[in-house]
């Protein structure tokens, strides 16, 4: 593939990806962060990948630039996750006293 041909596809692919998430409502986020941290796992493993197999210097900066978002986005992505799941935890209870005044003034 030619130099064009590739940056034209990671153009459009920011694109959609833009109108992907700016699409889904904010009540959604949360619950598909959990579901797509395996999705950044792949992405961060393609980003790895490519910077292995990077023949100059421009290819090298550009696929490690992708291997610290994506491992950002990934981290990011289990920080929110843990998050939402802390929200579902009951408050801890406190015990009460065994001896409870009545209301009785001295």
Do not use: C
């Not at 393609?46 to 100059?56: E, K, S, W």
């Not at 900066?61 to 929200?87: Q, S, Y």
């Amino acid at each position: 593939m030619s130099n064009l041909a590739l940056l034209s596809i990671f153009v459009l692919s920011i694109f959609i990806g833009f109108e992907v998430v700016s699409k889904v409502s904010t009540t959604l986020h949360t619950p598909l962060m959990s579901g797509a941290n395996a999705i950044h796992g792949i992405i961060l493993v393609g980003a790895i990948t490519v910077t292995d197999h990077a023949n100059n210097n421009i290819q090298l900066g550009l696929g490690t630039a992708a291997v610290v978002l994506a491992t950002v986005n990934m981290v990011g992505g289990f920080v929110v996750t843990d998050r939402m799941l802390e929200m579902f935890k009951g408050k801890p209870r406190v015990k009460k006293d065994a001896e409870v005044s009545g209301g009785e003034s001295k």
